[in-house]
């Protein structure tokens, strides 16, 4: 059974600071993985999605990549700044359905 | 584009009572997901649909929920009878084309409370 993991829960940062989230999936047999973001009060906005063929994918400040074989991904969120706090969740889809396998997300605040 | 849209946006009632949750997905898209959301539990896929027929239904908790999808721009999804457990935010999610590499795109949520 796919389980889907995401460390820090919380992070704190101030503006400016360079900083990286870490998902860890348990089985490698994935389709895609992605990364989202979630308001408080909203739905969750679609990042970045990294194919199983794909090493990496970037828009804008961040940057996501796959290392299908370790089972595991990382955001990579570069000059953060206010309006980046947010939950960030990742979610595996995995080879046999169409099924999104989330983590439990990383709560970033990003101080002024 | 309008997105999708969830409604209503607040539910709040009483242990027993029947509870319909309604989505509107995005024009053309073809697949649609209902999500639940817990603080305990995270984000868990409750069914999904492709083409308006139902392909896994294996997260659906108990017998009390059911949802139906009678065309390509509507779906709902029912508990009856509710209860306080089943409180939680309800998402709608839909995507485009092939379900494997296309991202799925979320509605605002119904955030649901049984009494």
């Known amino acids: 059974k796919q389980e889907v993991t995401q460390i820090p829960a919380a992070l704190s940062v101030p503006e400016g600071e360079n900083l990286v989230l870490n998902c860890s999936f348990t089985?490698?047999?994935?389709?895609?993985l992605q990364w989202f973001r979630q308001d408080p009060g909203k739905g969750l906005t679609s990042l970045l999605l990294?194919?199983?063929?794909?090493r990496e994918q970037t828009s804008g400040r961040l940057n996501a990549s796959l290392d299908k074989s370790s089972g595991r991904s990382t955001l990579y969120i570069a000059a953060s700044q206010p309006g980046d706090s947010a939950t960030y969740l990742c979610a595996v889809q995995g080879s046999n359905t169409g099924k999104l396998i989330f983590g439990q997300g990383t709560t970033l605040q990003v101080k002024p | 584009d309008a997105g999708v849209i969830q409604s209503p946006r607040h539910e709040v009632t009483e242990m027993g009572q029947e509870v319909t949750l309604r989505c509107k997905p995005i024009s053309g898209h073809n697949s649609l997901f209902w999500y639940r959301q817990t603080m305990m539990r995270g984000l868990e896929l409750l069914i999904y649909f492709n083409n308006n027929v139902p392909i896994d239904d294996s997260g659906m908790p108990e017998d009390r929920f059911s949802a139906k999808m009678p065309n390509a721009s509507f779906s709902t999804l029912k508990i009856q009878p509710s209860e306080p457990r089943d409180s939680a935010v309800y998402f709608c999610a839909s995507k485009q084309g092939d379900i494997r590499n296309q991202p799925q795109h979320f509605g605002d949520g119904t955030r649901l409370s049984i009494l």
């Open positions: 089985d490698s047999a994935i389709y895609n």
């Open positions: 990294i194919q199983s063929s794909q």
